[in-house]
């Protein structure tokens, strides 16, 4: 949807606008040179429009959807966000019991059970939000065919819940960080680049795939198995360099595999892979500006088609 | 006037027709892909298309209020969804002077296991309010619902009621320079009601835009100055409510005075009865289709009855233009009363006195049952008839001298008396206060 904000007068008015007193003096304010907030509704042939202006507006709609998303999904719980702990731990404790007694997996400087877990909270973090934002778009159906607000932080707050998750299941790490002694390193405070690009990735992946899935209903049955695929194509429960050497050329292309390695590299010390961090980067920054075009374009007929 | 809602050449096309109106799975966009090139030869790509808008001019100035009306699938939701931004026009643009906000779906953006307080932060960040703007008013809103006692409670355990005002107590407070509004005052008891024609005056009182849509008719008329009457997409009418309201009625249910079936096997009835004609008739047996409120007039029905041994009983049914039934008549003559018809075809009038429905357009609905050995209906037809009444400005009719709305469904002309007693003593005349000057202080 293509509503233009006239420039000069754009935010600003509006917060002046909504600035208003109670509803008793209204009258007066209404009866001032009323400030006004002039906006044109432009039909499809006008093309494309970012709005991104449009975004930051109303930024505080993202806080109020992740919000909504979280305390959606933990009520009429017993455990609550205790479930953020609980999942990487079993999947974590799952995983260790499998390749640490069954397969034995190098894995460096860490031992396995923090090996797992610092790839798998990454890497459940960003399984979640793509999935979560995915199917975002068609279950709040009925918010899209009545009222316009900007559609992309329908998909957004589902990964900005994500983030949330990650940061409770993050003290998980610490503890386990600690119970293992891990030598701290200064490298550590390139922790949360790394989840600053995984977030990047996720939203871009997100955005795009719950866009697709409005036309597209397929894409959510197909999602699961691509996830699933996703995860062993990366490094989440296996050390990198185990892959052959003719296969190595994957890892490099796949975003999440340069960030998990990257993420355990800063959590240990040791030096990181910058050529493969930078693809990563790139990749999922390049990701994320393609999707919100996708987004963007596809959203005009969102209240159409779904 | 300043403009508030200026549209231009407005269109919006839907295609319809295949499997999913809407969405698509990625075999059929494999399947159309391989056969859209033989579609192309043929000259036809598959799809209907449906234009809900056509070339829809209308411009709104500040502080209208304006009425909307029209028949299901006439455009309406369609227009209110594009000024609302919810879909896109497919050509065309409209121009917007001011915050639009809408009471399209009272309820849009709730959770029902959120609890009253968080919903209210989350519908009012949706329809586009600020997070200080909303905690602001938290508490009006909270007053405006009645609900301070269970705010806290998730709105899943609310009653429907209650859910409705808080949901319509929100989108009050979004204080929008103009305001769109869908039947919403259908919702909730009859005090809850009064109060969201209140906050609709107030925000007229304001000088903002109202845009109003509805099937009410007699809400339209009462409310609005304008009305615009919609018809497949395009607008087919504007202006004073009543014309519109009318013209509307008339051709919408495409019933006169005057109605006749030609073919028996197509008219309503059953093997019994058949409805061959109804009219609206004068005193002196003209057919008439306007209707002087103060005099008497006929409802004339020409049935015919197919077989022996049934006691009939003829009804008309007065609806007006709201969709309220003013009153309904059967036929108690003692003539036909209990007893049974021989095969014939028969012409029953019912005699409506002067002075007695209120002017505005009317319906009469006719059926006719018999209650030996049973009730039984047998023949029913909805708006069989349509007539409109009209008052006079002569001063004999029950508005006398008064040319302003008279409300009321029905219009009696009644007896009043006046008594005079002129010994008692009147009060002083300084301490009397007229109407004006209680207004004024």
């Given at each position: 949807?293509?509503?233009?904000?006239?420039?000069?007068?754009?935010?600003?008015?509006?917060?002046?606008?909504?600035?208003?007193?109670?509803?008793?003096?209204?009258?007066?304010?209404?009866?001032?040179?009323?400030?006004?907030?002039?906006?044109?509704?432009?039909?499809?042939?006008?093309?494309?429009?970012?709005?991104?202006?449009?975004?930051w507006h109303?930024?505080?709609?993202?806080?109020?959807?992740?919000?909504?998303?979280?305390?959606?999904?933990?009520?009429?719980?017993?455990?609550?966000?205790?479930?953020?702990?609980?999942?990487?731990?079993?999947?974590?404790?799952?995983?260790?019991?499998?390749?640490?007694?069954?397969?034995?997996?190098?894995?460096?400087?860490?031992?396995?059970?923090?090996?797992?877990?610092?790839?798998?909270?990454?890497?459940?973090?960003?399984?979640?939000a793509?999935?979560?934002?995915?199917?975002?778009?068609?279950?709040?159906?009925?918010?899209?065919?009545?009222?316009?607000?900007?559609?992309?932080?329908?998909?957004?707050?589902?990964?900005?819940?994500?983030?949330?998750?990650?940061?409770?299941?993050?003290?998980?790490?610490?503890?386990?960080?600690?119970?293992?002694?891990?030598?701290?390193?200064?490298?550590?405070?390139?922790?949360?680049?790394?989840?600053?690009?995984?977030?990047?990735?996720?939203?871009?992946?997100?955005?795009?795939?719950?866009?697709?899935?409005?036309?597209?209903?397929?894409?959510?049955?197909?999602?699961?198995?691509?996830?699933?695929?996703?995860?062993?194509?990366?490094p989440?429960?296996?050390p990198?360099?185990?892959?052959?050497?003719?296969?190595?050329?994957?890892?490099?292309?796949?975003?999440?595999?340069?960030?998990?390695?990257?993420?355990?590299?800063?959590?240990?010390?040791?030096?990181?892979?910058?050529?493969?961090?930078?693809?990563?980067?790139?990749?999922?920054?390049?990701?994320?500006?393609?999707?919100?075009?996708?987004?963007?374009?596809?959203?005009?007929?969102?209240?159409?088609?779904? | 006037?300043?403009?508030?809602?200026?549209?231009?050449?407005?269109?919006?096309?839907?295609?319809?027709?295949?499997?999913?109106?809407?969405?698509?799975?990625?075999?059929?966009?494999?399947?159309?892909?391989?056969?859209?090139?033989?579609?192309?030869?043929?000259?036809?790509?598959?799809q209907?298309?449906?234009?809900?808008?056509?070339?829809?001019?209308?411009?709104?100035?500040?502080?209208?209020?304006?009425?909307?009306?029209?028949?299901?699938?006439?455009?309406?939701?369609t227009?209110?969804?594009?000024?609302?931004?919810?879909?896109?026009?497919?050509?065309?643009s409209?121009?917007?002077?001011?915050?639009?906000?809408?009471?399209?779906?009272?309820?849009?953006?709730?959770?029902?296991?959120?609890?009253?307080?968080?919903?209210?932060?989350?519908?009012?960040?949706?329809?586009?309010?600020?997070?200080?703007?909303?905690?602001?008013?938290?508490?009006?809103?909270?007053?405006?619902?009645?609900?301070?006692?269970?705010?806290?409670?998730?709105?899943?355990?609310?009653?429907?009621?209650?859910?409705?005002?808080?949901?319509f107590?929100?989108?009050?407070?979004?204080?929008?320079?103009?305001?769109?509004?869908?039947?919403?005052?259908?919702?909730?008891?009859?005090?809850?009601?009064?109060?969201?024609?209140?906050?609709?005056?107030?925000?007229?009182?304001?000088g903002?835009?109202?845009?109003?849509?509805?099937?009410?008719?007699?809400a339209?008329?009462?409310?609005?100055?304008?009305?615009?009457?919609?018809?497949?997409?395009?607008?087919?009418?504007?202006?004073?409510?009543?014309?519109?309201?009318?013209?509307?009625?008339?051709?919408?249910?495409?019933?006169?005075?005057?109605?006749?079936?030609?073919?028996?096997?197509?008219?309503?009835?059953?093997?019994?009865?058949?409805?061959r004609?109804?009219?609206?008739?004068?005193?002196?047996?003209?057919?008439?289709?306007?209707?002087?409120?103060?005099?008497?007039?006929?409802?004339?029905?020409?049935?015919e009855?197919?077989?022996?041994?049934?006691?009939?009983?003829?009804?008309?049914?007065?609806?007006?233009?709201?969709?309220?039934?003013?009153?309904?008549?059967?036929?108690?003559?003692?003539?036909?009363?209990?007893?049974?018809?021989?095969?014939?075809?028969?012409?029953?009038?019912?005699?409506?006195?002067?002075?007695?429905?209120?002017?505005?357009?009317?319906?009469?609905?006719?059926?006719v049952?018999?209650?030996?050995?049973?009730?039984?209906?047998?023949?029913?037809?909805?708006?069989?008839?349509a007539?409109?009444?009209?008052?006079?400005?002569?001063?004999?009719?029950?508005?006398?001298?008064?040319?302003?709305?008279?409300?009321?469904?029905?219009?009696?002309?009644?007896?009043?008396?006046?008594?005079?007693?002129?010994?008692?003593?009147?009060?002083?005349?300084?301490?009397?206060?007229?109407?004006?000057?209680?207004?004024?202080?």
């Amino acid at each position: 949807m293509d509503v233009q904000t006239s420039k000069d007068r754009g935010p600003a008015i509006t917060t002046a606008a909504s600035a208003k007193p109670r509803a008793t003096d209204l009258s007066n304010s209404a009866a001032n040179a009323a400030p006004e907030r002039h906006s044109l509704i432009k039909s499809e042939e006008a093309g494309v429009q970012l709005n991104l202006g449009e975004l930051w507006h109303s930024r505080e709609l993202l806080y109020f959807l992740t919000l909504r998303d979280i305390k959606v999904r933990y009520k009429q719980t017993l455990m609550g966000l205790a479930w953020v702990i609980i999942q990487p731990l079993m999947t974590m404790l799952i995983f260790t019991l499998v390749f640490n007694r069954f397969v034995k997996f190098d894995t460096g400087a860490l031992p396995y059970p923090l090996f797992a877990l610092s790839g798998l909270l990454l890497w459940l973090f960003f399984a979640n939000a793509v999935t979560n934002s995915t199917n975002s778009l068609v279950s709040n159906a009925n918010l899209i065919t009545k009222v316009y607000f900007p559609r992309l932080y329908i998909p957004a707050a589902a990964v900005g819940a994500g983030l949330v998750d990650l940061s409770v299941s993050f003290l998980l790490l610490v503890a386990l960080v600690f119970y293992y002694g891990v030598t701290l390193t200064v490298n550590l405070l390139l922790l949360p680049l790394f989840i600053l690009l995984m977030t990047v990735l996720a939203l871009g992946v997100g955005l795009l795939s719950a866009a697709l899935t409005v036309k597209y209903r397929d894409l959510r049955h197909a999602l699961p198995f691509i996830i699933q695929l996703w995860m062993f194509a990366s490094p989440v429960i296996y050390p990198a360099r185990i892959v052959p050497a003719g296969w190595q050329w994957l890892l490099t292309i796949n975003p999440v595999a340069g960030i998990i390695e990257g993420f355990r590299a800063a959590l240990t010390g040791q030096p990181l892979n910058r050529p493969h961090v930078a693809i990563a980067a790139a990749i999922s920054f390049a990701l994320l500006v393609f999707s919100v075009y996708v987004f963007r374009r596809f959203e005009d007929t969102f209240a159409d088609v779904i | 006037m300043k403009p508030a809602i200026k549209i231009d050449h407005l269109s919006k096309r839907y295609r319809i027709g295949g499997l999913h109106p809407g969405y698509v799975t990625f075999r059929e966009v494999i399947g159309s892909v391989v056969t859209a090139p033989f579609r192309k030869l043929k000259g036809t790509n598959g799809q209907q298309t449906v234009w809900a808008l056509n070339d829809v001019k209308l411009q709104i100035g500040e502080g209208e209020l304006v009425g909307i009306i029209g028949h299901n699938g006439a455009g309406k939701s369609t227009l209110l969804k594009i000024l609302s931004r919810v879909t896109r026009p497919t050509t065309g643009s409209v121009e917007l002077f001011g915050r639009i906000g809408s009471l399209l779906e009272v309820g849009t953006g709730f959770h029902p296991d959120l609890t009253g307080r968080e919903n209210i932060f989350l519908s009012g960040a949706i329809l586009g309010m600020r997070r200080a703007e909303i905690e602001r008013k938290f508490d009006e809103i909270v007053a405006f619902s009645e609900l301070e006692k269970f705010i806290e409670t998730s709105v899943k355990w609310y009653s429907s009621g209650m859910y409705v005002r808080l949901a319509f107590s929100v989108a009050a407070h979004l204080e929008p320079e103009i305001l769109m509004m869908d039947e919403v005052l259908a919702v909730g008891d009859a005090a809850f009601q009064q109060k969201c024609l209140d906050k609709m005056h107030e925000i007229r009182q304001q000088g903002r835009t109202i845009l109003f849509v509805s099937h009410d008719m007699a809400a339209i008329t009462r409310l609005c100055k304008r009305v615009v009457l919609l018809e497949n997409g395009r607008i087919t009418c504007d202006g004073e409510p009543h014309e519109v309201v009318n013209h509307y009625l008339s051709s919408s249910l495409k019933t006169g005075a005057s109605r006749e079936w030609a073919n028996g096997a197509e008219a309503p009835g059953d093997e019994v009865v058949r409805l061959r004609r109804v009219r609206v008739r004068a005193e002196t047996g003209e057919t008439i289709s306007v209707v002087d409120i103060r005099k008497p007039f006929g409802i004339e029905l020409t049935y015919e009855v197919l077989e022996d041994g049934h006691a009939l009983v003829p009804v008309l049914e007065f609806y007006n233009e709201a969709g309220t039934e003013l009153f309904s008549t059967h036929d108690t003559q003692p003539d036909w009363r209990r007893r049974e018809r021989p095969r014939a075809t028969y012409t029953s009038t019912v005699w409506v006195p002067g002075n007695l429905l209120a002017e505005g357009s009317l319906l009469g609905h006719v059926s006719v049952m018999s209650h030996f050995p049973s009730t039984k209906l047998h023949l029913s037809e909805r708006n069989a008839v349509a007539f409109q009444v009209v008052d006079s400005p002569a001063g004999d009719s029950a508005r006398g001298d008064y040319l302003g709305p008279m409300p009321g469904l029905m219009r009696p002309l009644l007896d009043w008396t006046t008594e005079t007693n002129e010994t008692e003593e009147l009060s002083p005349k300084s301490k009397v206060q007229s109407p004006k000057s209680a207004q004024d202080s």
